[in-house]
C-alpha cells in the first residue's frame, strides 16, 4: 500500500500549478481550479504535505465573491482545452463577483466546512492548523449564509441548485426529466471535452444545449439569484448538495466550539441544522423506493429516481435508525447485487442506467468515499469495509481513472474518463491511512 500512496502523492502533485497554488483536477479535461474537487484534494494533501492543503484551500477562497458566494470554476489560468470557458460564462456580470479573479456563476456541493474539520482531524499540529482554520472559517460561515438567505425562497431550510453542474453529479439520468421541460436552441459550440475522452464516456451535444441554455438564462439577468429562482427550468433541492451543506454546518459548530467567543455563529449553525434536518427528512424521502431523491422546485414534485446521492445523507447523520436500515436495503437490493462493485451512480434496474457514461450509472470514488463515511457512523461496518475495498482495488488494478464501470464482469478496461484524475488519488491516500 505504501507504492500505491506515493503513487497518488505524485498524481497530486504533478497536478498541483505551483504558481497559483491549487490543483487541477485532471490535465487536459479539467486544466482548471474545481470547487469540490479542491476539497476532496486537500484532504488528501493534508496526510503529507500541510502546506499544500491549506494552499488549496487558500486559492479557492480567494475567488469568493462579496456576497459570500464560492463559484464553482476558477479560471486562475487560460487554456484552450475546456469548454465553456470565462468568456462563456461573464459571471462578472453579476455586482458583486469577485474582482481579482475570473469564475463561472454557478457553484458545487459545499464540502469546505467539512473539509476543514478533515484537515484538523489529520494534521498533527493542531495549534497551526487551528490558526489557519481561525482566519478561514468566517468565509465559510459567511457561505453558508448566503445560501439560507439566497437559495431557499420558501425559507424552508433546504437550498436550490440551479444548474446540473451545481449538483457535481453532471449529467445524471435525473436530469432528463427537466430536460424533458425544455426547448433550448441548437447551440453553435466546440466541445473539448470529447478530445481527451470518448465520446461514449461523456454527456451527447444535445445535454450540452440543455447545459448552455441554463447559463444563458443566469446571464441574462446577470446571475441575480432572485431572477434564477423565479425563471430557470432547472431549479433542485438536491439530498447530495444538501447533505454536503448540512454536513458543513456541523463541522462549523465543532470547529467554532473549538476556536471559542462564537456563540452566536454557534447558535444560528444549529438553527439551520435543525429546520434543515426536518425538512430533509419531510420533503426528500421517497417511502416507495425506500430512499432519498430529488425534489423538483420548478414543477412542485420529487423526482423518483434512486442514484448515489441518495444514500448519502447518512454521512450528515439526516436519517433514523429505522429509515437508515430501509435506506441500506435498498442499497444493497439494488446496487449491491453480486454481479455489481458499489456504489454505481444511478439505479443499475433502471432503463436509463448506462454504465460508462459520466454520471449515468459508472462508480465515483468521492461518492464512496461519502458512502464509507456514512455507512461506518451508521453502524454497517461490513457494507462500509465493502465499499472501501472495492474503492482501492478500482485504483489498484485500473489506475487513478475519474469513474470505474460497476458490472463485475468487465475485466479488461474498467476505468473511464480521465486518468490521472485527483480526488480519486486524494481520497485513495485517505482510505489507506
Ligand atoms: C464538465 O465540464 O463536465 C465539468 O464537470 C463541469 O463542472
Same mark, same amino acid.
Given at each position: 500500500n505504501n507504492d500505491l500512496i506515493k503513487k497518488a502523492e505524485t498524481v497530486l502533485n504533478n497536478n498541483f500549478k505551483e504558481d497559483k497554488g491549487f490543483t487541477i483536477p485532471c490535465e487536459g479535461l479539467y486544466p482548471f481550479q474545481w470547487n469540490w474537487d479542491s476539497g476532496f484534494i486537500a484532504i488528501g494533501q493534508a496526510h503529507y504535505d500541510t502546506?499544500?492543503?491549506?494552499?488549496?484551500?487558500?486559492?479557492?477562497?480567494?475567488?469568493?465573491?462579496?456576497?459570500?458566494?464560492?463559484?464553482?470554476?476558477?479560471?486562475?489560468?487560460?487554456?484552450d482545452t475546456y469548454f465553456p470557458g470565462p468568456d462563456f460564462h461573464q459571471s462578472?456580470?453579476?455586482?458583486?463577483?469577485?474582482?481579482?479573479?475570473?469564475?463561472?456563476?454557478?457553484?458545487?456541493?459545499p464540502v469546505l466546512g467539512f473539509v476543514l474539520k478533515e484537515i484538523y482531524n489529520i494534521i498533527d499540529d493542531k495549534e497551526d492548523i487551528l490558526n489557519f482554520i481561525k482566519l478561514n472559517i468566517d468565509k465559510v460561515y459567511h457561505n453558508h449564509e448566503h445560501f439560507y438567505?439566497?437559495?431557499?425562497?420558501?425559507?424552508?431550510?433546504?437550498?436550490?441548485?440551479?444548474?446540473?453542474?451545481?449538483s457535481g453529479t453532471d449529467n445524471s439520468p435525473i436530469w432528463d426529466d427537466i430536460w424533458e421541460t425544455m426547448d433550448p436552441p441548437k447551440y453553435k459550440f466546440e466541445r473539448r471535452d470529447t478530445t481527451h475522452v470518448d465520446a461514449a464516456q461523456r454527456p451527447t451535444n444535445r445535454e450540452y444545449d440543455y447545459y448552455l441554455h441554463l447559463i444563458e438564462i443566469a446571464k441574462a439577468h446577470n446571475y441575480d439569484d432572485a431572477k434564477i429562482a423565479e425563471l430557470s427550468p432547472f431549479l433542485v433541492q438536491d439530498p447530495l448538495f444538501n447533505t454536503m451543506l448540512i454536513k458543513s454546518n456541523a463541522a462549523l459548530i465543532e470547529l467554532y466550539e473549538l476556536i471559542g467567543n462564537s456563540e452566536d455563529?454557534?447558535?444560528t449553525l444549529k438553527q439551520w441544522q435543525i429546520k434543515a434536518i426536518k425538512r430533509f427528512n419531510e420533503k426528500l424521502y421517497n417511502e416507495k423506493l425506500g430512499a432519498y431523491v430529488h425534489y423538483d422546485l420548478r414543477n412542485e414534485k420529487q423526482l423518483e429516481h434512486i442514484s448515489s446521492s441518495s444514500f448519502t445523507p447518512l454521512f450528515a447523520g439526516i436519517p433514523s435508525?429505522?429509515?437508515?436500515?430501509?435506506?441500506?436495503?435498498?442499497?444493497?437490493?439494488?446496487?449491491?447485487?453480486?454481479?455489481?462493485?458499489?456504489?454505481?451512480?444511478f439505479d443499475p434496474e433502471s432503463d436509463r442506467f448506462n454504465p460508462k457514461k459520466y454520471w449515468r450509472g459508472p462508480v465515483w470514488i468521492n461518492l464512496n468515499w461519502?458512502? %464509507?463515511?456514512?455507512?461506518?457512523?451508521?453502524?454497517? /461496518?461490513?457494507?462500509?469495509?465493502?465499499?472501501?475495498?472495492? #474503492?482501492? &482495488?478500482?485504483?489498484?488494478?485500473?489506475?487513478?481513472?475519474? %469513474?470505474?464501470?460497476?458490472?463485475?464482469?468487465?475485466? /479488461?478496461?474498467?476505468?473511464?474518463?480521465?486518468?490521472?484524475? #485527483?480526488? &480519486?488519488?486524494?481520497?485513495?491516500?485517505?482510505?489507506l491511512k
Open positions: 502546506t499544500k492543503a491549506k494552499r488549496e484551500i487558500e486559492a479557492l477562497l480567494s475567488a469568493q465573491w462579496e456576497n459570500g458566494f464560492i463559484p464553482h470554476i476558477v479560471f486562475h489560468n487560460d487554456s462578472k456580470l453579476h455586482p458583486l463577483a469577485s474582482k481579482s479573479h475570473r469564475t463561472t456563476g454557478m457553484t458545487q456541493p438567505t439566497h437559495r431557499d425562497p420558501n425559507n424552508e431550510g433546504l437550498v436550490y441548485i440551479y444548474h446540473n453542474w451545481e455563529k454557534i447558535k435508525k429505522e429509515r437508515a436500515d430501509t435506506l441500506v436495503k435498498t442499497l444493497m437490493d439494488k446496487f449491491g447485487t453480486d454481479d455489481k462493485y458499489l456504489c454505481a451512480s461519502i458512502l %464509507y463515511r456514512g455507512l461506518k457512523s451508521n453502524g454497517f /461496518d461490513a457494507i462500509a469495509e465493502r465499499v472501501k475495498e472495492e #474503492s482501492i &482495488s478500482f485504483i489498484k488494478t485500473y489506475g487513478f481513472y475519474e %469513474y470505474f464501470d460497476p458490472r463485475k464482469e468487465v475485466k /479488461d478496461n474498467a476505468g473511464y474518463g480521465g486518468n490521472n484524475f #485527483s480526488w &480519486s488519488a486524494a481520497l485513495l491516500i485517505d482510505l
